[in-house]
């Protein structure tokens, strides 16, 4: 099980709490202590940002993993995410210039800074509706690109350590595999049911998703369940297949169009069901899928704007969680988003 640091930021004292989150999460991550430092940095000024420019928000700090399960261990990255519902920034273009804070109170670092030093590095400000910031810092500045992007935010119910929901992907061949677990009820045995998910994706990637579930079943037996979620897409042949098990969200952008994916009805290890429809549609240069747990609310509807959907997949799933919610309808559960994207057309946003 991954910990997960879900910090608001209100008041002062909680730029410290976001320094410190970020230094455990490097900790588990066995990032040095450059790496650590900088991940220290970065976490101080995306607090302060929150309080003197956002009116407040939070910062989400998560453990991922790159897709590739062959060679040997995985390298870890700790990824922050600033959500506010603030005022936006009036000129993204100079918040990102190196060199450039309105923070006196900050380090002075600066957005610009924390781009150069974060391995990735993506921001989406709209005026009147706030801000979602992206670093994700692993021991590599400049990490290799990959033919397909996926990403995710994962938020425990009531700043819990642990969360019940996980997601992960992993790569076979042309294949390539994105999963959303969300363990039956929350806190640590909900994360032992979503982390055993996880684990055997990693062994069956090479599996079509119908068989994985299958698999799915069978190593969560010994746990609560959890409802599970798996789109597997193929590279090769430019097609997506989406099979699922329970009340995880699905929406598929092809065209300029966004389509619903339904799940089967059952729980993966507790109530598996005797058959499992498998959807297919084609994967194009302008495709986009969204996971979403049921933490997320109900009525949540799919990101539109055009500058968004071009971003990070992190940035993206993050912005669906905050705009789905507000600070006055807080989350009713755990609840995560993750995003499958394909590869972006140039490098434009890859350190923005």
Known sequence: MSRVWDIPVHDSTRVRDVRV?????????????????????????????????????????????????????RAVAVQLLSLDHGPGIPDVAA??????????????AGLGTCRRISS???LYSVRGRGTVV???????????????????????????????????????????????????????KAAQASSAAVAELHRTAHLPPADILRRLDTALRPTRGAAVALAQ?????????????????????????????????????AAFPATVPVVRQPWSA??????????????????????????????????????AGSAASPLRDDTSVAVLAPERRTEAHDRL
């Open 21 to 73: 989150a970020a230094e455990a999460a490097c900790r588990d991550a066995r990032l040095d202590t450059r790496r650590t430092d900088d991940a220290a940095l970065v976490a101080t000024e995306l607090a302060t940002n929150l309080l003197k420019h956002g009116g407040g928000g939070r910062v989400v700090v998560n453990l991922v993993e790159p897709p590739d399960t062959h060679g040997g261990a």
């Open 95 to 108: 918040a990102v210039r190196d060199g450039f804070t309105t923070t006196p109170s900050s380090l002075g």
């Open 120 to 122: 990735a590095f993506d």
């Open 134 to 188: 992206l670093a994700r810092i692993g021991s590599d500045t400049h990490p290799r690109p990959t033919a397909a992007r996926a990403g995710g935010i994962n938020i425990p119910l009531a700043h819990a350590e642990h969360s019940g929901d996980a997601w992960a992907w992993s790569r076979s061949g042309p294949l390539l595999t994105l999963l959303l677990a969300d363990g039956l009820g929350h806190g640590t």
């Open 233 to 269: 897409l193929d590279s090769g042949a430019g097609t997506l297949r989406f099979a699922g098990v329970g009340n995880i969200a699905a929406r598929l952008r092809t065209d300029g169009v966004w389509q619903p994916l339904v799940s089967h009805p059952g729980i993966v290890g």
């Open 286 to 323: 302008d495709s986009l899928l969204v996971l979403a747990s049921d933490g997320l609310p109900g009525r949540w509807t799919p990101p539109d704007d055009p500058h968004l959907l071009t971003r990070d997949p992190a940035l993206i799933a993050a912005a669906v969680l905050r705009d």
